[in-house]
């Protein structure tokens, strides 16, 4: 799998929007791009994944860049909840291995 | 959809002791992972079934390391002799077979301390 670059920490006043990058610049064709956060002293969660377009669910949104050589995770409204290590990943189609996790992004909401 | 369980949540051993985790899956799901956390790091794959089937597996996995999963059910990770850079958090997740979309859900992990 192709390997994604985040920063190490961000910090968002709580009930504002988070916009969390990702640098995925080898992305091959067929990768999904997948995150996942993990809250302290639990397993990943799944967050939200996607291909080409833009993506929306309960939790969050995926937003793609045209040349998918990026894309950006955004919390629309933060809560202390969301306060987490979220990680951007990249899988590629008709594999069954691994994720590969990288270091992610460690989010700190500030009340 | 009870989620992945995974058994004991804690374990403390000895250098040089052996160790067996549990990982019960989603029920249907017919794919397994099993993954190692160190602190402050993201997972690291060590090896996974499709099925009964163990069909890859990570440098990481040493020989001391062995995972089953029989019936394609539940699944097992032993680590014999261990060593004190075995402690970390065993992670395991589960998922249905599909074309890179597919989701993985993961347990709570175990977390082992090697003294």
């Known amino acids: 799998d192709a390997k994604t670059t985040q920063p190490n920490s961000m910090e968002s006043n709580e009930e504002e929007p988070v916009h969390l990058p990702c640098n995925h610049s080898t992305i091959s064709g067929t990768d999904y791009i997948h995150w996942y956060r993990q809250l302290p002293s639990q397993g990943p969660e799944y967050v939200i994944h996607g291909l080409t377009s833009n993506v929306n669910n309960r939790m969050a949104s995926l937003a793609i860049a045209e040349d998918r050589k990026s894309s950006t995770l955004i919390l629309h409204r933060a809560t202390l909840r969301d306060a987490a290590v979220y990680y951007c990943i990249l899988r590629e189609a008709n594999t069954g291995n691994q994720f590969y996790f990288g270091t992610g992004t460690s989010l700190t909401v500030i009340p | 959809d009870t989620g992945v369980s995974q058994d004991p949540r804690h374990k403390i051993t000895k250098r040089g002791q052996n160790v067996t985790f549990r990982c019960d899956p989603i029920s249907e799901h017919n794919r397994l992972y099993w993954y190692r956390q160190t602190l402050g790091q993201g997972p690291e794959f060590l090896t996974y079934f499709q099925n009964e089937a163990q069909l890859e597996k990570s440098r990481l996995l040493s020989d001391r390391f062995s995972a089953e999963r029989p019936k394609g059910s539940f699944s097992t990770l032993e680590i014999q002799r261990t060593e004190q850079g075995d402690s970390a958090m065993y992670l395991c997740?589960?998922?249905?077979?599909?074309?890179?979309?597919?989701?993985?859900?993961f347990g709570p992990g175990t977390r082992l301390l090697v003294l």
């Open positions: 997740a589960s998922s249905r077979a599909g074309n890179g979309a597919e989701t993985q859900y």
